[in-house]
């Protein structure tokens, strides 16, 4: 028994935390992490985001390296069960952290990180991310932030083996102020990041009610048949439709109440949208989002 607990702690020792990875195939060779609709904690080890990967010819491109290095490497193990191929490149959906803290793993297996500007911009060497304050260091491990290999300001096309990656910004400011989505037009599969939430609702602390909106009209305009968005299973042509709907409503209701000369100190009050009071983090993230919405608003109003 002695041996049985020396055996396990050992084991914990080098692989840290499980996070019982199973991809899921959206595409004929595209596949899926889907993360927990829940915020960060050290129960789930920040697994909270989708993260995907694409098997080509060549090597894997994955899409979004998960939260930590344990993540990326588990999930590495993964994908060489499905094909014995490095991993060639990492491209970054945005700068927001529970995406690419990854990184480090795959960049220590030789693949080439993609990026957006905003990550070089935000995202410092030595600085401590809501990760590592959060999960600590035992679960944080060996994670460590590093530098992007190629930044994408506006658009970028990667070829690997014989699949072609079109890699664009779709507005200066949606989710982030660097949103890039990946589309994948021979499987007809777009990688949207957190331009598009399922399941749960979204934060619009870092960036746009409006642009948010604008983004996912020109996610629809592509048609494509698989839409992946940086949070939730829902991955259909529908995918984006709930959070339209959220996003929409809120920006009628909230117009309307700025017209009845409601306050910021009221506004809480009066968009409550109770129709979305089931969906994951609403008492979390709801009236902050109001919130950021209705400043945003009132901004355009005194603009007109």
């Known amino acids: ?16 935390f499980e996070y019982s990875l199973k991809p899921v195939r959206v595409a004929q060779n595209s596949y899926c992490f889907f993360g927990l609709p829940e915020n960060i904690n050290k129960q789930n080890a920040g697994n909270i985001a989708n993260s995907c990967f694409v098997k080509t010819k060549e090597g894997f491109v994955v899409i979004d390296s998960g939260p930590t290095y344990d993540y990326a490497s588990q999930a ?30 795959y960049k220590s297996k030789g693949a080439l990180l993609i990026g957006p500007r ?10 401590q991310t809501r990760m590592e304050r959060i999960l600590g260091k035992e679960l944080y ?19 690997v083996g014989e699949s072609t990656f079109k890699i664009k910004q779709l507005t200066k400011i949606a989710h982030t ?16 990041g ?32 698989v839409i992946v ?31 009845n000369d409601i306050g910021m100190e009221e506004i809480n009050k009066k968009v409550t949208m109770p129709n979305f009071m089931k969906y994951k983090l609403y008492n979390v993230l709801h009236k902050r989002n109001v919130l950021d919405a209705y400043k945003e608003l009132e901004i355009m109003e005194d603009d007109e």
Request: glycine fraction near 6%; charge should be positive; charged fraction near 25%.
């Open 76 to 105: 590495y193990e993964q994908m060489q069960k499905i094909a014995k191929l490095p991993v060639k490149y990492v491209i970054i959906t945005h700068d927001h952290d529970d995406h690419w803290q990854g990184n480090s793993f």
């Open 141 to 159: 491990g060996k994670t460590k932030i590093v530098p992007l290999d190629t930044i994408v300001d506006d658009n970028l096309t990667l070829t």
């Open 177 to 192: 102020k660097g949103d890039l989505v990946v589309y994948l037009k021979e499987e007809s599969v777009l990688f949207v």
């Open 1 to 16: 028994m002695k041996y049985l607990l020396l055996i396990l702690l050992v084991s914990s020792l080098n692989y840290g």
């Open 229 to 259: 968005g940086g949070h939730g299973k829902k991955i259909d042509v529908n995918a984006t439709v709930a959070l339209k709907t959220y996003l929409s409503q809120m920006k009628k209701e909230i117009l309307k109440a700025q017209n």
């Open 194 to 225: 957190d331009l598009v939430f399922n399941g749960r609702l979204p934060s619009l602390r870092d960036g746009s009610i409006l642009g948010s909106l604008e983004a996912l009209k020109k996610i629809d305009a592509y048609h494509a048949k």
């Open 118 to 127: 905003t990550y070089e911009q935000n995202v410092v060497a030595k600085m």
